[in-house]
């Protein structure tokens, strides 16, 4: 009969979470990660039977890679605004919270949220008060152009 050594899953671990290099889905390290966690269950059980061993690889991987999906991965989203769609906000429309001036820039507030931020600092040509009502008309790096639509 086979008899699998805490060593042996160590060294499969370390080869699943190295292949997370080559293959970069980040969803193979969660396997690297539960082999790793069997081994050191056999460090603490050597004499656990290979389908316990196995059942628990796969209940550490299913664990660790539920509590990437569902917890980690949102608070790991990129928050910048780096290479916004110009056609998703052109002609989107919004509230001014901060005003702007000629040479400051304001910050609006959208009803629904663009481009995932329901807040975005924008530039205007003409001075703006807090409470106008304010269209896109540009974009400028991660910052947006605007109009005033009511005066």
């Not at 889905?25 to 061993?53: D, E, R, Y």
């Not at 550490?60 to 890679?65: D, G, H, L, P």
């Not at 569902?70 to 901060?98: N, P, Q, R, Y």
Request: proline share 3%; charged share 15%; glycine share 6%.
């Amino acid at each position: 009969m086979l008899q699998i050594k805490a060593w042996y899953w160590l060294v499969f671990a370390m080869v699943l979470i190295m292949s997370e290099l080559i293959i970069p889905s980040f969803t193979i390290i969660w396997f690297g990660l539960g082999a790793l966690l069997v081994a050191a269950v056999m460090w603490a059980i050597p004499q656990l039977s290979l389908g316990l061993q196995l059942f628990s690889w796969t209940l550490a991987s299913i664990f660790f890679t539920i509590l990437w999906f569902k917890f980690f991965k949102m608070k790991m989203e990129d928050k910048t605004k780096a290479g916004i769609s110009l056609e998703a906000v052109l002609g989107e429309s919004g509230l001014v919270v901060k005003p702007a001036s000629t040479d400051t820039r304001g910050v609006m507030k959208f009803t629904v949220p663009v481009l995932g931020s329901e807040q975005w600092a924008f530039i205007c040509h003409k001075n703006t008060h807090m409470g106008d009502r304010v269209q896109v008309v540009d974009v400028s790096g991660n910052t947006l152009i605007v109009k005033i639509i009511n005066t």
